[in-house]
């Protein structure tokens, strides 16, 4: 079993920057694909980004690419979603995930285990 925990939501600014983490504990993260999804108000929740476990393959939505950059520490068990230029459009409860494959993710497949979330709020 996997528990994922998240951090570092909070309220910013729009063209702030902010770094959210995803902790894992329960076994090790060899093999397993790190993603980040968000659920804005109101909407689905949609793909944001995820990376395999040797740190590549990454993949981003459009909508966060070239803002957006996934990382991971497999030493530590962490992931890391690094935003910059943050926009309004991006509040949202952002969840860590992980699972057997970074692409699979992009269609919201392969997921084994979510973390229960932290908000960002972008003000304008």
């Known amino acids: 079993q996997v528990q994922l925990v998240e951090s570092g939501g909070g309220l910013v600014q729009a063209g702030d920057s902010l770094r959210l983490s995803c902790a894992g504990t329960?076994?090790?993260?060899?093999?397993?694909?790190m993603g980040w999804f968000r659920q804005a108000p109101g909407k689905e929740r949609e793909f944001v980004a995820s990376?395999?476990?040797?740190?590549?393959?990454?993949y981003y939505a459009d909508s966060v690419k070239g803002r957006f950059t996934i990382s991971r520490d497999n030493a530590k068990s962490t992931a890391v979603l690094s935003m910059y230029s943050l926009k309004p459009d991006d509040t949202a409860v952002y969840y860590c995930?992980?699972?057997?494959?970074?692409?699979?993710?992009?269609?919201?497949?392969?997921?084994?285990?979510w973390g229960k979330g932290t908000l960002v709020t972008v003000s304008s």
């Open positions: 990376i395999g476990w040797t740190g590549a393959p990454t």
């Open positions: 329960g076994r090790t993260f060899t093999g397993i694909a």
């Open positions: 995930a992980a699972g057997t494959s970074g692409s699979a993710m992009i269609r919201g497949g392969g997921i084994n285990y």
